[in-house]
Structure formats: C-alpha cells, structure tokens
C-alpha cells in the first residue's frame, strides 16, 4: 500500500470513528461524518440521474442516426419532451406564487411509484405466500429428503407448518367470532407464530447490523492498525515515518477530545455545586 493510498485509509478510519463517537453522545465529530454522507450520497445520486437519465435522452446534438435533438429533445422520441415538462415543473416548488404546480408532476411520480410497487408487493409478500401454502404436503418426505431432517423447507413437515401456522395467524385477526374453545386455542398457536415470525425478522436485521460492525473492526484492525505498524511484516518498499504519524495524530485528535470533555463535564459540575452553596 503506497502512502496516498494509506492516507485514504486513514480518513476511512477516521471517519468511522467519528460515527462511533455518537455511542458516547451527538459531538462535532459525528456531525461532519454524517454531513459528509450525505452531502456525497446527494451529489453521487445527482450525477447518476444527470449522466445516466438527462444526457443520454435530453441532448442537444445530432447523432450519427441522422436524428436531430432540438431543445433538448430528440426529434425521434418526441414524448420525451412530457417528462421533461414534468420535471421542469418540479421546481416552481421554489415560488410561494407557483408552488401548486409542483404537485402535478409530484402526483404522477408517487401513482407511478405506487402502480410499480404494489405488483411487485403482491407478489413477493402475498402471492408466494399463498403459494406456499397450497403446496401439496409431501408425505413421503414428510422429515426431509435427505434422512431426518426438520429445516429442509421441501420436507412435509415444514409444509405443514406453513399451512397451520398461515391459517391460524389469520384465524387471530378474525374478530367476528370469540376467540374461545378451538378458535382460540389456534388464535393463541397464530399468536406464537407471529411472535416467532417477529423475532426471526429481527434476529435478521440485528445480525445484518453487527456484521457491518464487525466488517468496521476488521478494517481498523487489518487494513489501518496492521498497515501503519507493519505488524503483519510484510516488505512494502512505501513504507516510511508517515504511517505511523498519521496513526499517532489521529489517536492524540481523539484523545484531546476526551480531555476537552472531560475538562467541561467538570467544569459544569462546578458550576452547579456553586449554585447549590449559594
């Protein structure tokens, strides 16, 4: 690794400290990190929408087609000038006069987010769903297909946990008849089965989290602490006095930010001992 690249690494490293910083509390440091994401998670979404979206279909020149683009508009697919009409209009939200406008073009792009969405939703949350719940049950396989085998999602087993677990999950949103006798004995089994469906989506989401966390730490650790020591001992020609004063400063940066907290915290507490004497 030369040191420009180890320069790169170090401001990583430097902001991934800053958004840990906000475990301690919201500090200077964590708000340039997270002004910075989304200042360049703007700017990158800006210039992918003008390079991928305007440019290619909004251009004023003439290719070899033979086809003219004329105000931005090519003369062969004329309908594209709706769009840009529609967009145009997007910013009179900027005009207190003209800012009803805005929501002509906001109005189609929300019916058409919807209109593309629910499909889509349908499909993946309540078609398959319900596929999977009117497969046939095999009972053959009825432990799994490979000997004994309780997760294998082909087995009957698992089949017709779906089947009875479905049914009773919507037997406990069913309210026109008492949750009492069989009806409420599979109400509370529906109950279990979402409480299990709940834990495992965020059993998920939680175990997403902390492999991102645990992807952080291995980056301090292998690509900035291993690389600025050169404890691995590995030959790297690049390697200089640079690496290590870099690592330094920013561990005394932090280390002064501590004190200075330290040094106010108590500050204010001697400051409110003195209120309560007087």
């Given at each position: 690794m030369d040191f420009t690249t180890f320069l790169w690494t170090t401001f990583g490293a430097f902001l991934t400290l800053c958004i840990f910083s906000f475990l301690y509390k919201d500090n200077p440091f964590y708000k340039f990190a997270e002004h910075l994401f989304v200042g360049l998670s703007a700017g990158y979404f800006?210039?992918?929408l003008w390079h991928n979206g305007l440019i290619p279909k909004l251009m004023f020149e003439r290719l070899d087609d033979g086809n003219w683009?004329?105000?931005?508009?090519?003369?062969?697919?004329w309908w594209y000038?709706?769009?840009?009409?529609?967009?145009?209009?997007?910013?009179?939200?900027?005009?207190?006069?003209?800012?009803w406008v805005s929501r002509w073009p906001l109005a189609m792009y929300i019916g058409i987010g919807a209109g593309t969405a629910i499909p889509a939703e349908m499909r993946a949350r309540v078609n398959e769903q319900l596929s999977a719940m009117m497969r046939e049950i095999n009972w053959s396989h009825f432990f799994g297909t490979d000997g004994v085998n309780l997760l294998d999602t082909a087995s009957g087993?698992?089949?017709?946990?779906?089947?009875?677990?479905?049914?009773?999950?919507?037997?406990y949103f069913f309210f026109s008849k008492a949750h009492t006798g069989v009806i409420g004995g599979m109400a509370k089994f529906g109950i279990w089965i979402l409480m299990i469906g709940f834990g495992a989506s965020f059993g998920f989401t939680v175990m997403a989290r902390i492999s991102l966390f645990i992807n952080r730490m291995q980056f301090?650790?292998?690509?900035w602490i291993t690389t600025a020591h050169n404890t691995a001992q590995t030959p790297n020609p690049n390697y200089h006095w640079?690496?290590?004063?870099?690592?330094?400063?920013?561990?005394?940066?932090?280390?002064?930010?501590?004190?200075?907290?330290?040094?106010?915290?108590?500050?204010?507490?001697?400051?409110?001992?003195?209120?309560?004497?007087?």
């Amino acid at each position: 690794m030369d040191f420009t690249t180890f320069l790169w690494t170090t401001f990583g490293a430097f902001l991934t400290l800053c958004i840990f910083s906000f475990l301690y509390k919201d500090n200077p440091f964590y708000k340039f990190a997270e002004h910075l994401f989304v200042g360049l998670s703007a700017g990158y979404f800006a210039m992918i929408l003008w390079h991928n979206g305007l440019i290619p279909k909004l251009m004023f020149e003439r290719l070899d087609d033979g086809n003219w683009y004329f105000l931005w508009v090519d003369s062969s697919k004329w309908w594209y000038l709706v769009p840009a009409l529609l967009g145009i209009l997007m910013w009179t939200r900027f005009s207190k006069k003209y800012q009803w406008v805005s929501r002509w073009p906001l109005a189609m792009y929300i019916g058409i987010g919807a209109g593309t969405a629910i499909p889509a939703e349908m499909r993946a949350r309540v078609n398959e769903q319900l596929s999977a719940m009117m497969r046939e049950i095999n009972w053959s396989h009825f432990f799994g297909t490979d000997g004994v085998n309780l997760l294998d999602t082909a087995s009957g087993l698992s089949q017709l946990i779906v089947f009875v677990g479905a049914l009773c999950a919507l037997i406990y949103f069913f309210f026109s008849k008492a949750h009492t006798g069989v009806i409420g004995g599979m109400a509370k089994f529906g109950i279990w089965i979402l409480m299990i469906g709940f834990g495992a989506s965020f059993g998920f989401t939680v175990m997403a989290r902390i492999s991102l966390f645990i992807n952080r730490m291995q980056f301090l650790d292998q690509q900035w602490i291993t690389t600025a020591h050169n404890t691995a001992q590995t030959p790297n020609p690049n390697y200089h006095w640079g690496y290590p004063a870099l690592f330094y400063s920013l561990l005394v940066l932090a280390l002064a930010y501590i004190l200075w907290e330290l040094i106010s915290f108590l500050r204010r507490r001697a400051g409110s001992e003195t209120k309560q004497a007087m």
